[in-house]
């Protein structure tokens, strides 16, 4: 155990003096470490948001949202195909938002209510194999001229993940809107998005931003009827009643007509400006938008036009003249503030669904900064008591153990600089423990080198038998850390993922440094002091 | 030249007579843990029961009651503040909100509006954390299996590097420290999070790890001293590995307390269970572990079935 080939005790310097190198980076600013040539290591150790402060947010996208909406444009259709074709029907409507259910009420005509509803089906892509295509419809025949439409299996898992891919992207539209620095975004298990925001101080902007799906529509007040009557129940089919978009109770509601003559699809561009010293938000339309927003405009002029976002009016105002440039305004009672996050929001385009938030976790800049140095003290501090510890304990063995600790610490520092592994708050109390844990190793042996020495070996022969005999012990003993600290890098999250992170890497170096390194020293001190007794 | 010693170089504690005791003692602070964990339960974290945290800091000490008070005419429910570490930080937990993510949103907003108007200075909101109940189920859900997964993880590799008896005795043991621990923070009150998780998965380490070195001493004195009654042996194993044992307990104590002293008051719950991991753990190897092989009908042939592996093991090692 104690011989060592030239290029074993190359091999340990080279990696103590690797951790050295990967490590420095770390003790120069963020900038000067941008700078560093190419060739030298200049990945600095990435800060969890618990310690740099920030924003996580887990975001739920309701992909239900999607099924429903097609269903029920299902329904839209379905009712005008049947009144084309004279077929009677009743009991139209979406059930337990899964199918479409409709009674026919001629029997003789159920067959051709069901081809023309088949015919009212989206046609797939197939997939890679070819296989899939067809439509996204399934029509099938109850009793009593009953007849349910359903989304076929993979037209729905079609649906969601779109939805989900689409959400991701106009997540990052938004956010990046808001300009902050390196957020990241990422899909998390079938419909969840994971928004990081490191360094957000105000969190709240981002969160009202992502919860608007900001589906913006051009439509036609319906005149017919008074808004009294429609809270009464009257609501004219193809109408409904929707409230204004304000946060005042009792606010105004206005009469809608369904039908959508433009919608935030066809927008190419969208600004925060000033009409009359008030804000409101410009808007330009490609060119069949505003093809059809100067036909409506041209075809109702005197009629209130409703502006609807999310199924609110933001306002309705007089079509004074027809609007055919493709590009207008929307008047509305906005801050400044809101007319920028309407323009922002109409820039990044609406949400396929709408996302809900599942978790959110903000540190503010201080906490992090106190977490960090209290880190830090805690760290140095452990680290010199435990050193002195050791050296009182084993004296110049001791001493030989804390070398190794120090090496230890670097190679930990260095190994989550170039795995850019996250250190969190909860990681940095994991080093600490390792610290306390490390001297584990160099504990078992040289307890070990002690009984030997008490059996009348000799020193060099302790020492042999002290390292063989401790190292089946101690690789026993780390494993089962091992496993600990794996379980809870898979089960664990965010911060807890960063303890198992230092554990482990923790471990595996600190069963390097403890049983090569200090041998290293240990031998190369027995061969050239000869001593005849051991000072442990 | 003198040297710190724990303990002396050679001990001959007759733990083994005592360990009838130790298990009574064992047994009834399980019993008593799990008592009281079924009464009272535990103050469970949002991590695990949903709602929001506000860590707020307040330009000079806080008025905590007069802060309750003027939270309480927000009619958000429960709402609960505690001084935390400093006395210008103060922690509110406020219950989750019924309806979707906006209304927790809002209830956050009137939080900060209402302590905008009681509190002059500038306050600074240190932390603001919203766990809604899908995901603190989830998280109930991944914390435990980790943990059951953990203990069978262990048991699985001693089964497989020593013999079942070992194992079975390694995880009582393991077993009995995470038992005590949930107890302790049952009885304390203390908030039982994500990162109380973490510590109890490193104590089922740690205490493994201890349990371990203690074992591998047993089994290569089984080996050594054939004609031993295995009660002796056993004392003799546990007195041969106490200064170790000692040495590491108190290196790993040694770190764990100065992070407890100036770690700040986010990571206290977690060093808290840490250093009672370790103590329990240190314990139990010696009092529990070790005197439960006596029970499990330790054979003496298990002497027998391993130096095959262990010459191949020694032979790789040298």
Redesign the interface.
């Known amino acids: 155990m104690l011989y060592f080939a030239k290029w074993k005790v190359a091999l340990v310097l080279g990696i103590c003096v690797l951790g050295v190198v990967f490590t420095a980076p770390n003790f120069v600013s963020q900038q000067t470490a941008g700078n560093l040539p190419s060739w030298l290591p200049h990945n600095q150790i990435n800060l969890g948001l618990d310690l740099q402060g920030g924003s996580h947010l887990l975001l739920e996208v309701e992909v239900d949202a999607v099924i429903t909406e097609r269903l029920e444009s299902l329904v839209d259709s379905i009712r005008t195909e049947l009144r084309k074709e004279r077929i009677g029907y009743t009991g139209l409507g979406v059930a337990q938002g899964q199918a479409v259910i409709v009674r026919i009420r001629q029997a003789d005509r159920v067959d051709q209510a069901m081809e023309l509803i088949r015919d009212l089906g989206s046609p797939m892509a197939p997939d890679l194999f070819g296989q899939g295509g067809g439509v996204d419809i399934e029509v099938a025949a109850g009793t009593a001229g009953q007849v349910s439409v359903t989304l076929t299996e993979q037209a729905i898992f079609d649906r969601k993940k779109a939805a989900v891919e689409q959400s991701i992207e106009i997540v990052r539209r938004r956010v990046d809107e808001v300009g902050t620095r390196e957020p990241s975004i990422q899909r998390q298990g079938e419909d969840r998005i994971l928004v990081q925001l490191p360094g957000v101080k105000d969190p709240d902007r981002i969160k009202r931003l992502l919860g608007k799906t900001a589906k913006l529509t051009f439509r036609l007040l319906d005149t017919t009827t008074t808004v009294e009557d429609a809270r009464r129940g009257h609501i004219p089919p193809g109408s409904v009643l929707l409230g204004a978009d304000t946060q005042e109770d009792g606010a105004a509601q206005y009469v809608v007509r369904k039908r959508v003559y433009v919608s935030g699809e066809n927008l190419v561009d969208s600004q925060p400006t000033y009409d009359q010293g008030r804000p409101v938000v410009s808007f330009r339309f490609d060119s069949i938008g505003g093809k059809r927003f100067g036909d409506v405009t041209k075809d109702n002029v005197g009629r209130p036009l409703a502006i609807v976002l999310d199924g609110k009016v933001i306002s309705a105002p007089q079509i004074r003249e027809p609007i055919l440039g493709g590009s207008g305004i929307i008047t509305g009672s906005f801050s400044v503030q809101q007319a920028n996050d309407l323009a922002v929001l109409l820039r990044a385009g609406a949400l396929p669904a709408p996302l809900k938030i599942l978790e959110e976790r903000t540190v503010g800049p201080d906490l992090g900064a106190d977490s960090i140095s209290a880190g830090k003290i805690a760290g140095v501090l452990a680290f010199v008591f435990v050193m002195i510890f050791m050296a009182l304990a084993y004296g110049l063995f001791g001493l030989a153990a804390d070398i190794a600790l120090l090496v230890n610490i670097a190679l930990i520092a260095g190994a989550l600089s170039v795995l850019q592994a996250t250190l969190t708050l909860p990681g940095i109390a994991g080093i600490v423990l390792t610290i306390g844990m490390a001297v584990d190793a160099n504990v078992l042996v040289f307890e070990r080198i002690r009984e030997e020495l008490r059996t009348g070996k000799t020193p060099f022969a302790a020492v042999e038998a002290g390292y063989r005999r401790a190292l089946t012990t101690i690789i026993d003993a780390n494993v089962t850390t091992l496993i600990a600290a794996i379980l809870l890098f898979e089960f664990g999250s965010g911060p807890v993922k960063g303890f198992a992170v230092t554990l482990a890497i923790g471990i595996i170096t600190s069963l390097f440094t403890a049983i090569t390194v200090t041998r290293l020293m240990i031998s190369q001190w027995l061969r050239q002091r000869r001593p005849a007794a051991l000072p442990i | 030249?003198i040297?710190?010693?724990?303990v002396p170089?050679?001990t001959n504690i007759g733990f083994l007579t005592q360990h009838i005791r130790a298990f009574f003692l064992s047994g009834f602070l399980c019993v008593a843990s799990i008592g009281y964990f079924l009464w009272a339960d535990l103050n469970y974290g949002i991590d695990f029961e949903g709602g929001i945290l506000i860590?707020v800091?307040t330009p000079g000490p806080a008025d905590i009651s007069q802060m309750r008070s003027a939270l309480s005419g927000l009619n958000l429910g429960e709402i609960a503040l505690q001084e935390f570490g400093r006395n210008t930080e103060v922690l509110i937990r406020v219950e989750r909100q019924p309806g979707?993510?906006?209304a927790?949103?809002l209830a956050v907003?009137a939080v900060k509006e209402a302590l905008a108007k009681e509190i002059t200075g500038e306050i600074?909101?240190?932390?603001?954390?919203?766990?809604?109940p899908?995901?603190s189920a989830e998280?109930v859900r991944?914390?435990t299996?980790?943990s059951v997964?953990?203990v069978v993880?262990?048991l699985v590799?001693?089964w497989f590097?020593f013999e079942w008896q070992f194992a079975v005795g390694a995880v009582l043991a393991l077993v009995h420290d995470v038992v005590l621990t949930i107890g302790i923070f049952s009885l304390t009150r203390l908030e039982f999070n994500?990162?109380i998780?973490?510590a109890i998965?490193?104590i089922?380490?740690?205490s493994?790890?201890?349990t371990?070195?203690v074992y591998?001493?047993i089994r290569?004195n089984l080996r050594k001293y054939r004609r031993m009654p295995l009660k002796e042996l056993l004392n003799v194993s546990i007195n041969?590995?106490l200064?170790?044992t000692t040495?590491?307990s108190?290196?790993?104590?040694?770190?764990?307390l100065?992070?407890y002293?100036?770690?700040?008051a986010?990571?206290e719950g977690?060093?808290f269970a840490?250093i009672w991991g370790v103590l329990v753990g240190t314990y139990s190897s010696i009092f529990v572990a070790a005197p439960l092989l006596l029970y499990v009908g330790l054979g003496r042939d298990v002497s027998e079935s391993g130096p095959s592996e262990?010459k191949g093991?020694?032979a790789d090692?040298?």
């Open positions: 030249m040297r710190l010693r724990l170089a050679k860590e800091g979707d993510s906006a927790q949103q907003a600074s909101y240190r932390r603001v954390e919203y766990v809604g899908k995901v998280l991944a914390g299996l980790a997964l953990a993880a262990m590799y001693i590097r994500l990162s998780i973490a998965l490193t089922v380490g740690y493994v790890n201890d371990v070195v591998d001493r290569e041969d590995t200064s170790r040495m590491t108190v290196t790993t104590l040694i770190a764990l100065t992070l002293v100036v770690g700040g986010v990571i977690f060093t840490m262990d093991a020694a090692a040298g």
